[in-house]
């Protein structure tokens, strides 16, 4: 399994901002296409956007495009996601993942074979 690390979690207030980190070791995260989920308890786990492999086109959901922004330090082998404008229900465990299976650009969790272990965040009002 390829080592995927999640940092950056913690509690904010809402309308504030935050930054996730997902630390890979082992490859070169610049191969894969990674994309960002998140799920809160009871729901399914819902797709929060991704980037592809090499070129690094950037793909986002409707909930949070214009407020989150997905980058990856290609130097560092480290995706981030910095969150801004945050709202309550942002709340949840957020995971990164490397994506094996599938087309390119899928939001389908099971085309995600490497997960990191998460990293929660809750916004308070």
């Known amino acids: 399994q390829v080592p995927l690390v999640e940092s950056g979690g913690g509690s904010v207030e809402a309308g504030g901002s935050l930054r996730l980190s997902c630390a890979a070791s082992?490859?070169?995260?610049?191969?894969?296409?990674m994309s960002w989920f998140r799920q809160a308890p009871g729901k399914e786990r819902e797709w929060v956007g991704g980037?592809?492999?090499?070129?690094?086109?950037?793909y986002y959901a409707d909930s949070v495009k214009d407020r989150f922004n997905i980058s990856r330090d290609n130097g560092k082998n480290v995706l981030y996601l910095q969150m801004n404008s945050l709202k309550s229900e942002d709340s949840a465990m957020y995971y990164c993942a490397a994506k094996a299976l599938c087309g390119a650009g899928s939001t389908d969790p099971t085309c995600y074979l490497y997960w990191g272990q998460g990293t929660q965040v809750t916004v308070v009002s």
């Open positions: 980037i592809s492999s090499d070129v690094g086109n950037l």
């Open positions: 082992g490859y070169t995260i610049r191969f894969f296409h």
